[in-house]
């Protein structure tokens, strides 16, 4: 099933997918979850569960003990693909937190540089006033 979000462009996310990509598990796992998010994956259930009730002969060879079963042990299943996509999506979120405050220190720091830079021009300016205001005064002076 194809990923609805399409491919990632952030670059922390690209390369994770790349790296879920390269595991076989990972694909697998994706995969179940993605199918099992979808339609087709209802509309199969619906279709079986008609199926199931419907037909006699399915009825007396496999009793609904067979299907509760059988349910359950998909509930089981799929409980533990949610779980995952979890995961997932924590991974994702951790990775976006990480470049995130990355991002924020590189700012704190050019906000500092800035800050810095600031200071020296207004420090600056204030010697450049006061030799001004002392040429001023001196150029003034008779003599």
Same mark, same amino acid.
């Given at each position: 099933?194809?990923?609805?979000?399409?491919?990632?462009?952030?670059?922390?996310?690209?390369?994770?997918?790349?790296?879920?990509?390269?595991?076989?598990? @990972?694909? &697998? #796992?994706?995969?179940?979850?993605?199918?099992?998010? @979808?339609? =087709?994956? #209802?509309?199969?259930?619906?279709?079986?569960?008609? &199926?199931?009730?419907?037909?006699?002969? *399915?009825?007396?060879? *496999?009793?609904?003990?067979?299907?509760?079963?059988?349910? =359950?042990?998909?509930?089981?299943? &799929? =409980?533990?693909?949610?779980?995952? @996509?979890?995961?997932?999506?924590?991974?994702?979120?951790?990775? &976006?937190?990480?470049?995130?405050?990355?991002?924020?220190?590189?700012?704190?720091?050019?906000?500092?540089?800035?800050?810095?830079?600031?200071? =020296?021009?207004?420090?600056?300016?204030?010697?450049?006033?006061?030799?001004?205001?002392?040429?001023?005064?001196?150029?003034?002076?008779?003599?």
């Amino acid at each position: 099933m194809p990923d609805l979000a399409g491919k990632p462009k952030h670059p922390s996310l690209l390369m994770h997918a790349e790296m879920r990509a390269a595991n076989f598990q @990972s694909r &697998l #796992a994706d995969w179940i979850t993605a199918f099992a998010g @979808s339609m =087709s994956f #209802a509309y199969l259930h619906i279709i079986w569960f008609v &199926l199931w009730l419907k037909y006699e002969p *399915f009825k007396d060879a *496999f009793p609904y003990g067979l299907l509760t079963m059988i349910v =359950s042990l998909e509930a089981i299943f &799929l =409980s533990t693909f949610v779980m995952i @996509s979890q995961n997932r999506a924590d991974e994702k979120r951790q990775l &976006l937190a990480d470049h995130q405050w990355e991002l924020i220190q590189i700012e704190e720091r050019q906000n500092q540089q800035l800050l810095d830079l600031s200071t =020296s021009i207004l420090n600056l300016t204030k010697e450049v006033h006061v030799l001004m205001s002392e040429l001023h005064r001196t150029t003034k002076q008779p003599g």
